[in-house]
């Protein structure tokens, strides 16, 4: 069985339905109610299993509640997925207001710890398991004018290191995938930000590769990454990236 946080969306949905068709009974994950269950309804008429449950991953008390939910249905954990994220504005670094800072490093950063750190729990005990978290390709290096968001996924990558070099000899892998640029709701919002903010960064992302990447092309590298094809890896970060960091 698998937990996927962001499931309503993006890569999140799209790795839900290619884990639940090979078999994982998934457990979605979600502040968005109406879009998590849109998620539960194609796993569901493709013939797959699971539940959705409501959360903020920024709050300790729901990724609580979505590891024991996980728990009462499959009383186990074999998959963590922990994607869910948000994007910050285009800005100046000296512009980022600390309410902005904090909002991103709550989701994209502490997210990430809580969802670990209570699914480390159940795994530790179980004596078996597998992490992918999502990071990006500013987790190794910096895009420009997203100063709170690389940061962010900074940490995702030093989390993924940490705790795969402790869990390295308990059965549990711990890895990460980098996108660049993935088709979905969180890239399509851009360019309608930066009208109405009227700002112009100096240097965009360069899609060397001519094209965003499809959300079903990562959730290939998740199934991957969630399987003993993998076996050998764990404190991996993943590029997929269309060639955007060469
Ligand atoms: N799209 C890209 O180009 C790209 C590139 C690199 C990394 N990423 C990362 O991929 C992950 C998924 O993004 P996506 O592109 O699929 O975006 P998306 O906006 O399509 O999906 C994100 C999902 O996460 C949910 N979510 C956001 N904040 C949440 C919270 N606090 N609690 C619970 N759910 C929350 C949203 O409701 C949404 O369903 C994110 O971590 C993002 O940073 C995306």
Do not use: W
């Not at 009462?72 to 954990?77: L, N, P, R, V």
């Not at 209570?118 to 390709?137: E, F, R």
């Not at 890239?187 to 001519?210: K, W």
């Amino acid at each position: 069985m698998a937990i996927i946080t962001g499931a309503g969306s993006g890569i999140g949905r799209a790795s839900s339905i290619k884990l639940a068709a090979r078999g994982a009974k998934v457990v979605l994950v979600d502040y968005n109610e109406k879009s998590g269950q849109e998620t539960l309804d194609v796993v569901k008429s493709n013939g797959g299993d699971g539940i959705f449950v409501q959360a903020d991953v920024s709050k300790s008390a729901d990724v609580q509640n979505y590891v024991q939910k996980a728990l009462d249905a499959y009383g186990k954990i074999d998959i963590l997925f922990n994607n869910a994220g948000m994007m910050q504005r285009f800005q100046r670094f000296q512009d980022v207001s600390e309410e902005e800072f904090s909002r991103v490093i709550d989701v994209n950063l502490k997210g990430i710890f809580l969802g670990m750190k209570y699914v480390l729990q159940v795994m530790d005990k179980q004596g078996y398991g597998n992490i992918v978290n999502t990071a990006s390709t500013t987790a190794i290096r910096a895009e420009h004018s997203l100063a709170s968001y690389t940061a962010s996924k900074h940490g995702v990558a030093g989390l993924t290191k940490a705790a795969a070099i402790e869990y390295v000899r308990k059965g549990i892998r711990i890895n990460a995938i980098c996108p660049g640029g993935v088709a979905t709701n969180m890239t399509a919002a851009v360019p309608q930000e930066l009208r109405e903010s009227g700002y112009v960064p100096e240097e965009f992302p360069n899609m060397r590769i001519g094209r965003f990447a499809e959300p079903e092309e990562l959730a290939e590298i998740v199934v991957f990454l969630a399987s003993e094809a993998s076996s050998y890896m764990t404190g991996s970060l993943v590029l997929a990236d269309g060639g955007m960091t060469l």
